[in-house]
């Protein structure tokens, strides 16, 4: 196993691969700030005077760090960066599960789905799963060897 994590292979496997979501992710989000802010807002974590701020920041933050990723430019530096975000993303779903406020993440899109309450809370717990695996492979890059 040790083997297989430190591969040159894998490491550039698991570069692109979240390298790409990364980039995939920041599109919407950077088309669209009014509709991330308001993404933003309904966690009810930042005060309102920085969700303009992270609203425009946080998506060219995760688009300069997935195309560091995927070119092998900064390697660690996007690494640790990804896996910040990504403990930060974690942290916003996780509190909102345990305050019972249903969010829906707007990891990929801001348009807001109709969704119930029940749904965005099965959709938070596969949020946290999906961003569970994508730490774990931001580790990977961060600390691999090749």
Not at 72 to 95: E, P, Q
Not at 116 to 125: D, G, V
Request: with cysteine; hydrophobic share 55%; charged share 15%.
């Amino acid at each position: 196993m040790n083997r297989l994590l430190h591969s040159r292979w894998f490491s550039i496997c698991t570069r692109i691969l979240l390298g790409s979501v990364f980039v995939y992710s920041s599109w919407s989000k950077i088309a669209d700030p009014p509709g991330f802010a308001r993404v933003i807002w309904n966690y009810r974590i930042l005060p309102a005077v920085l969700i303009g701020p992270a609203a425009i920041v946080l998506p060219w933050l995760e688009l300069l760090a997935g195309l560091a990723l995927l070119l092998g430019f900064l390697r660690r530096g996007a690494a640790l960066l990804i896996s910040s975000m990504l403990l930060l993303f974690i942290a916003a779903l996780t509190i909102d599960l345990a305050r019972g406020i249903p969010v829906d993440c707007g990891c990929f899109s801001v348009a807001a789905a109709a969704k119930t309450p029940a749904e965005l809370f099965s959709s938070m717990k596969l949020d946290l799963l999906r961003d569970s695996g994508l730490l774990l492979l931001s580790l990977q890059s961060l600390f691999s060897r090749a």
